[in-house]
């Protein structure tokens, strides 16, 4: 009879076993897709956030750049060292080139342009453009002047004034790409004059920044 029983029980644990197991083993398989269903909106909702905050990092950081940026403008004109009685006068000729000095300031934001020198002085690297023009009243004369970048001559104007022409304006201009401290300045080629007024704008030099841009760039 003993033996008996333990024959009969013997089947019944391997079934329990096998039970366990099998249920088990379900179970596993049931959790694995509930736990990649239960963490995928998570992940979607995270690298969303990631990218939103990437977004406005990079819209302060324009707004930082914007609202550093440097505002840059000059006009000035030039004038007589001696006038006549309707205020005109003639600067040069010289025997070599001499840098022209607009000292009569009509605009100058940031106050980059020098009345004492004549010279721009780059506050920031960036692209700056530049304009002048030179008016003459002389009779056979050679009149013009030039743009220089540093020691550079990047512009210029000229003609000969003959016996039948001696009244004249004359302008050019040019966008350059200037490092922090680079100067530009107007400068009258050696034999060349230029006339001014002592009440009026007529022989003028002016200059603005167009945008900044990376040093390493410049």
Known sequence: MKTMMKKTMLPLQLIVIVCLSYGQAEDSTNKQPISDNTRDPFITLFSGLSAE??????EVEDLRKSRNSVGVAFSAALRPPIQDNEGYGNTGPFQGDTKLVH??????????????????????HGVYYFTFTSYAWKKEANIGVA????QEQVALVYEYQDEGDNED??????????????????????GFQVTSNAFKNLSTFSGFLLFQVEGENV
């Open 53 to 58: 905050v990437g977004n406005l990092r990079r």
């Open 103 to 124: 000292n009569h300031i009509i605009t100058n934001v940031g106050n980059a342009f020098s009345p004492q020198t004549g010279a721009f002085t780059a506050p920031v």
């Open 147 to 150: 743009l220089y970048k540093n």
């Open 169 to 190: 304006f004359a302008s050019n201009g040019a966008t350059l790409q200037l490092a922090k401290g680079d100067m530009v300045s107007l400068v009258l080629p050696s």
